[in-house]
């Protein structure tokens, strides 16, 4: 059973819609302190800050870290279905209180908020914009493996410009939620309207990706979903191909399996375009592979075509023009085009899998959190 906490010394109050900030946390002690000055120093400091400490095996060190740091403590045990279980529990319980005006910041442990994320988020929302979400970087370290993380989300931040800051994901670091459109979400999924991710609640318990369902459940309700570029947060990246693949498996498989749910309706035939987009890319990466290993094996040498020299010229040109903001290394990395094409190799090898695990249907393997 679960036993919950909830105690805060000091409110922060500016005027107009509240703003509940939620940051669920397992086993977060050496990161949640970080966070939470993120919050404090925001230039629009939320009305409350509530840490979700769900299942936590570090001996409270969590939830005395959180306290020590100002704020509010959820201590929750035995709640099933890890993040979004916790975050579900929290909801029901604050909702009540709150206006359908006021607004729900749901941010990860490992992340810190720029000052004004939660000032630009509330402005972001706009007639029809039911929630907004974070533009994501990497944090300095890990490496090689994180630089090329790094120039990952540095490219997804410029493609979100690109779309006029239309968000395609809202992004598990940090995303700000209307209160009315959590709770119109929980009625459409106990209405059949949205899948009912095996609870009828706000968010889905059988997905791995609960970010990505929660934007197609907000999406099919007729909401629109942003990035604002100065919604910015920092987040963690992984240190080793082990932990990265794990992660990328998880979000990969997590996104098949949101859309096998949901179908084909107006709300998700992008994103079914964007998985076949993908696939077929990873399949012509292959073709073009084999067809230079072939001539080389056969001519001993690559025949030089000015109209593929020149294409892959502006395909260089647009690597390094979308990661420019990263500084110098993205650059020169980008230029040089072979670190990208096996990072990318390694991306088409994580979409094969979960596409093959979802066909087959093996279980998922992924630590609680």
Request: net charge neutral.
């Amino acid at each position: 059973m679960s036993t919950p906490v909830l105690e805060h010394p000091a409110t922060h109050t500016t005027g107009g819609r509240r703003v509940i900030a939620l940051i669920p946390a397992r086993n977060e002690a050496d990161r949640i302190a970080a966070a939470i000055r993120g919050l404090d120093a925001q230039t629009r400091v939320p009305d409350e800050i509530i840490v979700i400490a769900n299942n936590c095996t570090d001996d409270y060190a969590t939830c005395i870290a959180a306290r020590d740091a100002g704020a509010a403590v959820l201590n929750l045990r035995g709640i099933p279905g890890k993040k979004a279980g916790a975050l579900n529990r929290a909801l029901d319980e604050i909702l009540p209180d709150l206006d359908d005006h006021d607004l729900i910041l749901i941010q990860d442990a490992d992340t810190v908020l720029t000052p004004g994320f939660v000032e630009h988020a509330a402005a972001g929302m706009r007639r029809k914009v039911g929630a907004v979400g974070g533009v994501f970087y990497g944090e300095p370290g890990g490496g090689f493996l994180g630089q090329l993380q790094r120039m990952e989300y540095q490219r997804y931040a410029w493609e979100i410009g690109r779309r006029g800051d239309r968000a395609t994901v809202l992004t598990g670091t940090a995303s700000l939620f209307r209160v009315r459109v959590l709770r119109q979400v929980k009625a459409a999924r106990a209405d059949g309207l949205i899948p009912d991710g095996g609870t009828s609640s706000y968010y889905s318990l059988t997905g791995l990706t609960e970010d990505d369902e929660i934007t197609k459940a907000v999406k099919t309700l007729g909401y629109r979903t942003v990035s604002p570029r100065e919604c910015h947060v920092t987040t963690e990246v992984m240190t080793t191909l082990p932990a990265l693949w794990s992660q990328r498996l998880r979000w990969q498989r997590g996104a098949l399996e949101n859309l096998r749910a949901y179908g084909v309706t107006r709300t998700t035939a992008p994103y079914f375009g964007q998985q076949i987009m993908m696939g077929a890319g990873a399949l012509a990466f292959g073709l073009y592979l084999v067809f230079v290993g072939l001539e080389l094996a056969y001519a001993g040498h690559l025949g030089v075509s000015p109209f593929w020299t020149a294409v892959g010229g502006i395909f260089v040109i647009e690597k390094v023009t979308s990661v420019w903001r990263s500084g110098w290394p993205g650059r020169l990395i980008a230029a040089a085009l072979i670190p990208e094409l096996l990072f990318d190799m390694f991306q088409h090898a994580v979409f094969f899998r979960a596409l093959a695990d979802l066909v087959l249907r093996r279980e998922e393997c992924w630590v609680a959190t």
